[in-house]
């Protein structure tokens, strides 16, 4: 069955760094784009970013556009979301999905990973 | 890229019909007919309730259904059973090829009366 599953989330201080990760089963990895969508405590979800499945394409919502990278290892079924000049802003659950690029849409998400960022 | 706009609460009784409207620009919602639909419980991840403004995915009971008119897109959930409550949430592909982006709305808590 198709699964996602994220990890790397953590309390960390404003202006810090971390990075999450995401692994794929259960599908041919390469056949999707990968996003991650984010939901800050009572709060609703916010795209965050999107890898395409080769790679070469990468975009980002205007919140996190110069701070967040996104990218992929496709020998490792991995995406990766590199997080830095953290703000308490960015606290919030991460999930990675996903995505159909015929559709636009999300039909699988991971359980998330919960990222902190205070001092 | 603003969040789309969601009523924040709907409620309906066992057996009856609800209607959560999403309501963007023709950037988004009245641009393309990529608009998606997502349950989601407490404390669970958002599961895929409708694509392409109208269809369900396997698994999704017939009594989901999505449509659109301009620039605002409508879940409607009929035969209302307790398992539904939940929040709801749009979401809109928008922009262009070389600038995409995915915008969801602010989300709608179904309470089951």
């Known amino acids: 069955q198709v699964q996602l599953v994220e990890s790397g989330g953590d309390v960390v201080q404003p202006g810090g760094s971390l990075t999450l990760s995401c692994v794929g089963s259960?599908?041919?990895?390469?056949?999707?784009?990968i996003h991650w969508v984010r939901q800050a405590p009572g709060k609703g979800l916010e795209w965050v970013a999107v890898?395409?499945?080769?790679?070469?394409?990468?975009f980002y919502g205007d919140s996190v556009k110069g701070r967040f990278t996104i990218s992929r290892d496709n020998s490792k079924d991995t995406v990766q979301l590199q997080m830095n000049s953290l703000r308490a802003e960015d606290t919030a659950v991460y999930y990675c999905?996903?995505?159909?690029?015929?559709?636009?849409?999300?039909?699988?998400w991971g359980q998330g990973t919960l990222v902190t960022v205070s001092s | 890229q603003s969040a789309l706009t969601q009523p924040r609460s709907v409620s309906g009784s066992p057996g009856q019909s609800v209607t959560i409207s999403c309501t963007g620009t023709?950037?988004?919602?009245?641009?393309?007919?990529?608009v998606s639909w997502y349950q989601q419980r407490p404390g669970k991840a958002p599961k895929f309730m409708i694509y392409?403004?109208?269809k369900r995915p396997s698994g999704v009971p017939d009594r989901f259904s999505g449509s659109k008119s301009g620039n605002t897109a409508s879940l409607r959930i009929s035969g209302l059973q307790a398992e539904d409550e939940a929040h709801y949430y749009c979401?809109?592909?928008?922009?262009?090829?070389?600038?995409?982006?995915?915008?969801f709305g602010g989300g709608t808590q179904l309470t089951v009366l």
């Open positions: 023709g950037r988004d919602v009245g641009g393309y007919s990529y």
């Open positions: 890898v395409w499945y080769d790679g070469r394409d990468k």
């Open positions: 259960g599908f041919t990895f390469t056949d999707y784009g």
């Open positions: 999905a996903r995505g159909r690029s015929s559709t636009q849409d999300f039909d699988f």
């Open positions: 392409d403004v109208n």
């Open positions: 979401c809109a592909y928008g922009g262009t090829y070389t600038f995409p982006y995915w915008v």
